[in-house]
């Protein structure tokens, strides 16, 4: 690590074995050397488990803890903290593992895979004089360099740093991770992809995962000033990595082949796009969207007519699934659940996406993010996903393990078993329960 003295200092923990192991004497010893060389101000840089988010810490990635025995940072280098609109790290009791105990108690509250930092920040004594912050940013096992971006940007700005240009390590070239893994396992770097429907929403995530790992994209939809802005953004992230289609794949006459001449494709959502996919090479891989509404026949549901057109969806990904294996390109279908989108604004009391709503029938307890649809979605073009064709991967927080399970109607609520005993010995008269109101 680096340090400047007597600036801030940015520490970074790294969770190895051998600092697990021998933790209390680590956290002594650098508490120590802080103190010993007189360091002005100490700004901690750690990363925390994005599966435990909570839906209000899925809208942000990065939050702030303030130890409670650290001065205050007026007037020292973390002054800039207090004009950045990072908000303060809480975490709710449903996020706490059983096994976890006094999770909530303490100076610092139980931070999902940062065990390390909430120690170390606990230990702080009332007599320290330095004063401390620490950076929480969610994030994901696989490459993680838009991770460390946006983690050096922070502590720019905390340090009135001014950067003319950020230059990336030769030794990121093919991603940044924090396993052990072949960095080649989920990096994307020179493949080419075609998102349609990549200016907002899932595809956008899925689109910024795709630069972020190294490819190039190309984003296809119907709004000219959406598309360019999506572009910009993504180019932040790694410049001439995206480029627009502006199309609308619904009408034949935008579904010509010279309509996608724009770029050298290897992966595609057709079999006329996959043929750029070069036979036998094996890297092609088509992922198309289905939704958990193509496996519900719940009777109490208002989507007959979605449930059917998605269950088209997910047996033609397996019709093209065999179709295709023979020229080396997969095909797979993503089943998202509720996820935050302009269809979906979980703002809305109404909304299926609500906390509220969601905290009664998804398993999980939260909506989706980007990071959840951008990690499947990587896994499967990736070299990681190289032996899987022809599966539906559920993306839903255990939606689908309710939805056909438990039905609820005018305050009713059964078990499927209880349904099959029902049949059985209710006769038509009987069921007028189920046709009444509005269910939910």
Known sequence: MSFFFPKATPVQLHGKALVVARKEEFIASLLQFIQEYQISSVLFLSGVDSSNRTDLQMQVPTYLIRPPNSPPYDNTRLSGLSSLPIPEFTSPIIQHPSRIS??????????????????????????????????????????????????????????????????????????????????????????????????????????????????????????????????AKLNKIASNSAYSISADVSKQEDFLTQTWAHGEMTSALTPLLAGAAKKGEGRGSVILIGSPSGDIWNPLTKTDGNSVAKAGDHLLGKILATKLAGCGIRVNIISPGTFPSGMNDITQPRSPGHPDRVRDVVPLGRNGGADDIAGIFIWLASKAGAYVTGEKIQVDGGLLLTANGRLQSNGLSITCADLMQGVVNINSADAHWATKGDPT
């Open 102 to 231: 006094l999770a909530n108690e303490g100076p610092v509250p139980f931070i999902p895979g940062g065990g390390l930092t909430r120690r170390m920040l606990s230990s702080i004594p009332p007599s320290w004089s330095v004063p401390t912050a620490s950076i929480l940013q969610f994030v994901l096992e696989g490459d993680n360099r838009q991770d460390a971006a946006l983690m050096a940007a922070i502590v720019a700005k905390v340090l009135s740093m001014e950067i003319d240009e950020w230059k990336q390590p030769s030794s990121w070239k093919d991603g940044l991770f924090g396993t052990p893994h072949d960095q080649t396992l989920y990096g994307v770097h020179g493949r080419v992809a075609v998102i349609t429907g990549g200016a907002t929403g899932l595809g956008y995530w899925m689109a910024e995962a795709w630069v972020a790992n190294g490819g190039k994209v190309y984003i296809v939809g119907r709004r000219e000033a959406k598309l360019q802005e999506a572009v």
